[in-house]
């Protein structure tokens, strides 16, 4: 049996863990996780490393407003679709990604966006993420 290998010239992609601000305007939400953006211009999160295939994150209206910086540090950011100028809103048959089974997919709203990410900034183009439908499900 021959086992063939293909070249992998991208370079390692860095992600450094660590208390990220989440909030907008120089305050201070410090989150821990990995900082990410979502979207264009990005909105900064901090996602905590997962096993799970897909990204989920706290949709506008989560915190009572943009300077609840306990709660943004919480769920390391809240993700505004109207903000996004390359944001696309996506369905269960068409979004590229899994949560699961059934009717799970009627508590979440589906995108495509940008994924900015590491210490170079590396941009990565439709990434599929989720928020969840009900911006009170994390109380």
């Known amino acids: 049996m021959t086992i063939t290998t293909c070249q ?9 863990i660590g208390y990220n601000n989440v909030a907008n305007g120089g305050s201070a939400a410090g989150a821990w996780g990995i900082q990410m953006g979502i979207g264009m ?3 900064t999160f901090s996602i905590r490393p997962s096993l799970l295939n897909f990204i989920t994150v706290a949709p506008k209206g989560t915190c009572d ?3 609840d ?10 993700y505004d679709p109207t903000v996004s100028t390359t944001e696309i809103l996506s369905n269960e048959t068409s979004w590229n990604s ?4 059934g009717d799970i997919y009627l508590n979440y709203v589906l995108y495509y966006d940008i994924l900015t990410v590491g210490y170079q900034s590396n941009e990565v183009y439709g ?5 969840w439908s009900d911006p009170t499900m994390c109380e």
Not at 8 to 16: C, F, T
Not at 69 to 78: H, I, K, P, R, T
Not at 127 to 131: D, L, Q
């Open 8 to 16: 992998n010239y991208a370079s390692p992609l860095w992600l450094d």
């Open 98 to 101: 899994t949560l699961g089974n």
């Open 127 to 131: 990434v599929p993420f989720a928020t």
């Open 65 to 67: 407003s943009s300077v």
């Open 69 to 78: 910086y306990s709660c943004l540090a919480v769920v390391g950011g809240v």
């Open 41 to 43: 211009p990005p909105q």
